[in-house]
């Protein structure tokens, strides 16, 4: 069974820096591609990158490239997103992903952790 558990969320003020994990269980090819999405408050789910276990070069969207980056650590089979230069349009539940193929599209991934909360004061 595939579980994904995020941790590394938290405060922090403007141009701070923080690092999320996500900790994959039970991979399967399922699991191929990992992906991190985030929601703030009343909007919807936006992507944010991903990358392939496999292939390890990761995808940003436009918003993220220059500040966040996404890698992995296959012998944990953890998947990593460290943020840097935060700033208040951040906030957001941080979530990552697992598919079997690259999406931008929420609906195409099959397994999601719980999320965690990051927040970014001005």
């Known amino acids: 069974q595939v579980q994904l558990v995020e941790s590394g969320g938290g405060l922090v003020q403007t141009g701070d820096s923080l690092t999320l994990s996500c900790a994959v269980s039970?991979?399967?090819?399922?699991?191929?591609?990992m992906a991190w999405f985030r929601q703030g408050l009343g909007k919807g789910r936006e992507f944010v990158g991903a990358?392939?276990?496999?292939?390890?070069?990761?995808y940003y969207l436009d918003s993220a490239k220059g500040r966040f980056t996404i890698s992995t650590d296959n012998a944990k089979n953890t998947v990593y997103l460290q943020m840097n230069n935060l700033r208040p349009d951040d906030t957001a539940v941080y979530y990552c992903?697992?598919?079997?193929?690259?999406?931008?599209?929420?609906?195409?991934?099959?397994?999601w952790g719980q999320g965690t909360q990051v927040t970014v004061s001005s």
């Open positions: 992903a697992a598919a079997r193929d690259f999406s931008l599209f929420a609906a195409s991934y099959t397994h």
């Open positions: 990358i392939s276990w496999a292939v390890g070069r990761p």
């Open positions: 039970g991979r399967a090819t399922s699991t191929e591609l």
